[in-house]
């Protein structure tokens, strides 16, 4: 995959496209697609080999997504790589919910946010069932869900939540372990 794109880089490239050039869209795609097809892998890896969504058609469809939104303004890396996560995870939940991923006839499907969370490869129907979660708590404490959307499927520290969000990094702390226990029990008594 190579070596990452840095920090600045990116940076230029997002402040150019804002004002138009159109070769900095290029030169952004070959940057950051490396770190988006690893991306998409690791969502897409739990899966069967004959999913009718690849990493690949993953990664294009959410770079569609991501530069189809104008009002978008990305003043850093981090901002763009989680908007980037962000939207890959609606396409999945999309994706997931077109096929009626996590409908288990009969009963509930559990799942266990630590071990949600800690995985590789989370399944699309465990995306959806966290999806569906992530949801109702943010109709409850919107803060909250966009923590989780930034930590999570951004992958971004708490110090860069912090500045994202404007709070500081001891809410963010607090925030981050009230948004668990809040997920893991939905998550724990969630429907199919």
Not at 46 to 58: I, K, M, N, S, V
Not at 75 to 80: G, V
Not at 183 to 189: P, T
Request: aromatic fraction near 6%; glycine fraction near 6%; charged fraction near 25%.
């Amino acid at each position: 995959m190579g070596t990452a794109p840095s920090a600045g880089e990116i940076t230029r490239l997002l402040a150019a496209m804002k004002h138009g050039d159109q070769a900095a869209e290029s030169e952004l795609i070959s940057l950051v697609y490396g770190e988006f097809h690893a991306r998409a892998e690791r969502y897409m890896r739990g899966e069967r080999r004959d999913h009718t969504l690849q990493p690949t058609a993953l990664v294009n469809e959410t770079y569609l997504r991501l530069m189809q939104n104008h009002a978008l303004d990305f003043r850093s890396r981090a901002q763009f790589f989680a908007a980037a996560s962000i939207v890959m995870r609606r396409v999945l939940v999309d994706h997931a919910r077109a096929r009626g991923a996590g409908k288990r006839p009969g009963g509930k499907q559990k799942v266990d946010l630590d071990e949600f969370l800690a995985a590789r490869n989370p399944r699309l129907d465990q995306m959806l069932i966290l999806d569906q979660a992530l949801t109702r708590l943010g109709e409850m404490d919107a803060r909250q869900a966009r923590l989780v959307e930034m930590m999570y499927f951004g992958g971004l520290t708490e110090e860069e939540t912090a500045a994202m969000l404007g709070i500081s990094v001891r809410t963010v702390k607090r925030d981050w372990r009230s948004a668990r226990a809040w997920l893991q029990a939905a998550l724990s008594s969630s429907p199919a």
